[in-house]
């Protein structure tokens, strides 16, 4: 049978979809619940939203919360061994894991839904009453250590880190990295300290989805939450951020490699839910990195030259205490660094002094607006975003008019947005490499600043 | 376009929930094409998209010794448009893809001389190439494949080589899964290999990225090398630096001509779709794909290992080691136990490995999976484990071969098996929660077992595996002899 339409001729039915939307209450202590009903699977799963993160660790205590969340997880209740806790759970295949982000953190329940009630009363215990256990705290501390020992294995994420510290400054919440001493200095008191200050009704909110009824759920949560009383510690200040960006500097980290990794970029934009730059930018960074295969970066560094494998860009739209940070990628072999790095320069500011074409314009808006649908392939997921935008202070009609929004953006906004945000004068351009393969001298793209990417991680003994 | 090359911290556990398989069992729907090709559809409607995967039941372990590195080029080669799709005139374009395979010809052959290449010849050749690819590039319309996709809502376009199939995955709005059809069935049929030295460039890079510059891809693959002598599974998937150089257009051709063939072609289509609906559009876009058949060449058996084999890569970084033994392909009925053998020694906090080496200090972590790096052949059951300073990496093997000890004398409670058993088997069911998940699985079956339904016989093997079943695979295995080990040490 001969098919004679090409795929611009084929006529597609409107996609109906109207996403679910999750059941919201407040318990009487005032914390918010969000509910999701699901039946096909017999599962459950509870998400808690912390409304605080690790922007409030102590400057020398970089690594705390998430020491204190695998030490709740791990290290026992006032109830139960930790060994106890783990069989308990398991036993019922039933998981709990804490975690932190700069802004927040989530606390997961996950059990089967014959085993709600259960779950909840160990993921209670968890949260109000943790033992701290002194062994499984130095256990969870060595691991850290370990992991901060082995972390320039993937110069990616070595990167990241010169670039985040130089941006932000080390000490500032958005730059500084845990280090070997700040892990092992964590002691008891911090922990209860980070404990009382982050798991309080006051911080958060409850999303849950999956095999249950409303109202039963609701009462048993009501019953559960109910009665828990705590300290209220005060919220630790937070440091102003100095903008520190003067022309272009090249912080070079030496590391024998045959392939250098290029990460460049600076501080980007600092969000409000309807911030008017949030659109223009969404579309801007879907052309110029967002998307794998489409996208300009990839484009011109791997299909037109080959240059490399992994490239593309990034731009936060959901930093809200700082700004967050914009930063383009790529990896290639060492004799083509420089030449590389250029391009992207290159590429970058094109975004800013040239409008797009319509045709790349709408069939990225198009891309943006028909993908849209996939943000709500889980309910967990969906449950759990309409409480952080809640707390955000985003509209209620905001996930209704998103597509809307995207549509509206025009080739100047985003030339214009690339313009302000994307400053190839005042760029910070982080290579990890060895620069005696290089094809050029760094000095041809900025002020170079050459740093030990072990510096921070002392070769003696630890403890 | 990603290359399973092994990563020693991914595990997946493929074990059914008792009451989701029978219901599985239900809702799979499966036909087969006259031509062969197999499809099979489940109807889900969480929400309106389409999960869909085209299995092409060839990867790594059907390469020659001239081509190796060939199915993952390939996958990346399929990408690059047809005859409609990323170009604006074929007719003008295909002599002067000919003209640049000629030059390319003679530039490999000169290149890969081991000595006495001629420098100025390459250099003439060099800027031969250059001058007709941008000719060749005023020719063509530059991922316009993707773009199709992408402006329709697609979302996870990707593709994947493994050592025993390749898979080609999107996902779409449900109502636009007729593009996929004419897309991909385009591609099948009229597909061009454009840009292949160029794309070659990229996969230079990939493996720099993966291998060369990377202690743990470093070390997998020298750890493959050293237990599989002259199998397909022990060589690079992604090549050698040598293979990919050795790499052309000739020879992806005739992958694709000896393998992509209707019969090794599995579609599965996951989703806000009727199985009528699914089927009828599979007909009607690749049902007039002609039948070839497959010329596959049986890999050779793997040579029986009679002692240990060690070996050392040193490299800037903390220490880790790999531990392999060999084991029987997917199918046999040992397969079964090692998965529950993979269970107890490392699902959860509860397990040997995390309670005895990792909680104990001795390790940052330890893992035991069986078919590494594949399973159609004889494969591996692999353990993965690096030490926590100040153990060494000779403490890690300790306390690792004393567990598989414990295996082999101390009966396992019927508790643990249980408690075991019932993890694994909720693992499978989140694994199944989203479309994406749930073609993904079947897909492995499909490409390693030979059918999804090895997953409703699983169910019922490991309902009776024994504790006694457990000892016996650990004495017949986990020899020393049969044993290879892999360390990475600081350089």
């Keep these: ?17 109207k996403p679910p939307v999750p059941l919201v209450r407040r318990l009487s202590t005032g914390i918010p619940v969000y509910l999701l009903e699901d039946h ?25 919360f998430s020491i204190t969340a695998d030490s709740m997880r791990t290290g026992g209740t006032a109830l139960m061994s930790p060994e106890e806790v783990d069989y308990t759970l398991e036993s019922m295949a039933a998981t709990i894991e804490i975690g932190f982000d700069r802004e927040f953190g989530i606390a997961t329940l996950e059990t089967r839904a014959e085993d709600i009630e259960h779950g909840l009363d160990l993921f209670m215990e968890i949260l109000k009453n943790p033992a701290f256990r002194q062994d499984r705290v130095e256990l969870i501390k060595m691991r850290e250590a370990e992991n901060i020992r082995r972390r320039n294995e ?42 009382s200050l982050l798991f309080n009704p006051r911080n ?33 200040p937070l440091p102003e951020l ?94 083509s660094t420089v030449a590389t790095a250029m391009l992207m320069i290159d590429t970058i500011r094109d975004m800013g002094e040239q409008p797009v074409p319509e045709t790349e314009l709408a069939s990225v808006k198009d891309s943006i607006i028909n993908s849209f649908v996939f943000g709500f392939d889980s309910r967990a997921t969906i449950a759990l975003r309409h409480g952080l935008l809640d707390f955000r202070g985003y509209p209620a009609d905001y996930l209704e008019r998103y597509t809307e929004r995207i549509s509206e953006v025009t080739a100047e906004e985003v030339r214009e947005a690339a313009y302000r945000y994307l400053d190839t004068q005042n760029l910070l351009v982080v290579v990890v490499g060895w620069d005696e393969d290089f094809d050029l001298p760094l000095s041809e793209i900025g002020n170079v600043i050459e740093v030990d990417p072990d510096e921070a991680v002392p070769s003696a003994v630890l403890p | 376009m990603k290359v399973r090359i092994p990563v020693v911290v991914i595990l997946i556990f493929f074990f059914p929930l008792l009451i989701f398989a029978q219901s599985l069992e239900e809702r799979v729907v499966e036909q087969q094409l006259d031509n062969g090709i197999r499809v099979i559809v489940i109807e889900r409607h969480t929400i309106p998209t389409v999960a869909l995967n085209i299995l092409i039941k060839a990867g790594g372990i059907d390469e020659d010794d001239e081509s190796r590195g060939v199915a993952h080029m390939l996958e990346h080669m399929l990408f690059k448009g047809t005859k409609t799709i990323g170009t604006s005139d074929y007719e003008r374009e295909k002599p002067l893809l000919e003209r640049i395979e000629r030059v390319t010809e003679k530039l490999d052959a000169e290149r890969l001389k081991n000595e006495g290449q001629d420098e100025e010849f390459i250099g003439r050749l060099e800027a031969s190439l250059t001058s007709l690819q941008e000719e060749h590039r005023g020719l063509i319309v530059p991922g316009q494949y993707e773009s199709l996709y992408t402006r329709h809502g697609a979302r996870g376009l990707n593709a994947s ?70 199998h397909p599974y022990g060589y690079p998937l992604i090549g050698s630096e040598r293979d990919i150089l050795g790499l052309n257009v000739k020879k992806a051709r005739r992958f694709f001509e000896d393998h992509y063939v209707t019969e090794n072609i599995v579609i599965i289509m996951v989703g806000d779709i009727t199985p009528r609906d699914g089927m009828a559009i599979v007909e009607r876009y690749f049902g007039s794909i002609e039948k070839r058949a497959a010329r596959t060449i049986e890999a050779p058996p793997v040579s029986e290992q009679t002692a240990e084999r060690r070996v050392e890569v040193a490299f800037d970084a903390e220490p880790s080691v790999l531990i392999g033994y060999h084991k029987p392909a997917s199918g046999h009925e040992d397969d079964y136990i090692f998965d ?46 690096a030490p926590r300073h100040p153990a060494r990496a000779e403490d890690v093997e300790e306390a690792v071969y004393r567990e598989l000890e414990r295996l082999k004398n101390e009966p396992v409670s019927e508790k643990e098996l249980a408690r075991i ?53 650990a004495r017949t295995y986990f020899m020393e002899e049969n044993r290879t080990v892999a360390v990475l040490v600081r350089k």
């Design chain 1, 1 to 17: 049978m001969v098919f004679s339409k090409t795929a611009e001729e084929l006529d597609f039915d409107p996609l109906v979809f």
């Design chain 1, 40 to 64: 096909e699977l017999p599962l459950f799963t509870l998400k808690i939203l912390i409304t605080e993160g690790s922007l409030l660790e102590p400057s020398d205590k970089s690594g705390l």
């Design chain 1, 154 to 195: 993937n110069p990616f994420n070595t990167a990241w880190r010169f670039f985040t510290s130089r941006l932000y400054g080390e000490h500032h919440p958005m730059g500084i990295h845990p280090s070997v001493d700040s892990v092992t200095s964590i002691s008891r008191d911090d922990l209860e300290w980070a404990h």
């Design chain 1, 204 to 236: 958060i909110l409850v999303t849950a989805s999956g095999d249950f009824e409303e109202e039963g759920l609701l009462e048993i949560l009501e019953n559960r939450f109910s009665g828990w009383n705590t300290n209220h510690l005060p919220r630790p």
């Design chain 1, 242 to 335: 100095e903008d520190i960006s003067d022309g272009i500097t090249v912080v070079y980290v030496r590391k024998e490699l045959t392939q250098s990794t290029i990460l460049m970029g600076s501080l980007g934009l600092k969000r409000t839910p309807l911030h008017p730059d949030a659109f223009s930018l969404r579309v801007m960074n879907e052309i110029l990195g967002e998307s794998s295969f489409t996208s300009r970066l990839y484009r011109e560094v791997r299909e037109k030259r080959g240059l490399a494998y992994s490239v593309g860009s990034s731009f936060d739209l959901t930093s809200f205490i700082y700004p967050g940070t914009w930063f383009a990628y790529a990896q290639t072999r060492s004799d």
């Design chain 2, 161 to 230: 080589t493994s050592r025993d199939y390749t898979l080609y995955t999107v996902s779409l709005p449900a109502n636009k899964v007729e593009l996929w059809a004419l897309l991909e069935s385009d591609r099948l049929k009229n597909n061009v290999l454009r840009e292949f030295y160029t794309e070659r460039n990229a996969v230079f890079e990939e493996r720099r990225m993966r291998v060369d510059n990377n202690p743990h891809g470093l070390l997998s693959e020298r750890f493959l090398q050293t237990a599989f002598a002259d």
């Design chain 2, 340 to 385: 529950m053998i993979s269970g107890l020694l490392s699902a959860g906090r509860t397990s040997r490995f995390h309670k005895n080496i990792v909680q104990s200090g001795i390790a940052l972590y330890a893992y035991g999976t069986g078919g590494y790096p594949g399973s159609r052949g004889e494969n591996l059951f692999l353990i993965a484990a």
């Design chain 2, 421 to 473: 058993h019932k993890l694994i088997e909720t693992q499978f069911i989140r694994a199944l929660e989203s479309n994406e998940g749930m073609a993904r699985h079947i897909a492995e079956y499909e490409g390693t077992a030979g059918s999804w339904r090895y997953i409703l016989q699983w169910k019922d093997r490991m309902k009776k595996i024994s504790p006694e079943d457990i000892q016996r695979v």
